[in-house]
């Protein structure tokens, strides 16, 4: 189910706090949307995925937190597509020493089971990103996350190397 809150009477300071606390109390997804509102007010639009299971802990914080007077329920189906993670090699070249370091990637697949995108995951690509910085190799992490999925589509070797 979706819960949709609207409220006009919080600061985006504290928009963080709530998100963690609603996915710690079972929320599979938060999204917070500005809005303006009637009279020109600003507003946020709080979208919280959540199991019926969690619903209860869920919307009595939100109701606390916000001061909300009301909240809708939406009814929604959600269609999951295919798809596997896999671990990848990717070989890394510092100073004439190969290396190689594990991340997993998703491969989302069509009706066909034909893989149609992939998907780095998140935590491998941050983690990856940091040992590259501390060995001096610096490559923005969109641009590390595009290099690793083109290589894995095209079905290369994925090779990260320091220049001298």
């Known amino acids: 189910m979706m819960i949709f809150v609207t409220v006009d009477n919080i600061t985006g300071e504290i928009i963080p706090y709530l998100i963690d606390v609603v996915m710690e109390k079972g929320a599979k997804n938060v999204h917070v949307i500005p809005a303006i509102t009637k009279k020109g007010r600003p507003e946020y639009i709080f979208l919280v995925d959540v199991e019926e299971k969690f619903f209860e802990d869920v919307i009595s914080f939100l109701i606390a937190e916000l001061g909300t007077i009301g909240y809708r329920i939406l009814q929604d189906e959600h269609r999951y ?12 070249i510092i100073e004439d020493i190969e290396e190689f370091q594990k991340i997993r990637i998703k491969k989302i697949k069509n009706k066909e089971g034909k893989t149609t995108t992939v998907n780095v995951e998140y935590e ?38 320091k220049e001298k």
């Not at 597509?81 to 890394?92: F, S």
């Not at 969109?142 to 090779?159: C, H, M, P, Q, R």
């Open 124 to 161: 491998d690509l941050k983690r990856l990103a940091n040992y590259l910085q501390s060995n001096g190799i610096h490559i923005p992490i969109s641009k590390l996350k595009s290099k690793i999925e083109t290589g894995f589509l095209a079905g290369t070797d994925i090779i990260i190397k």
């Open 81 to 92: 597509l295919d798809y596997e993670i896999i671990e990848q090699e990717i070989k890394i």
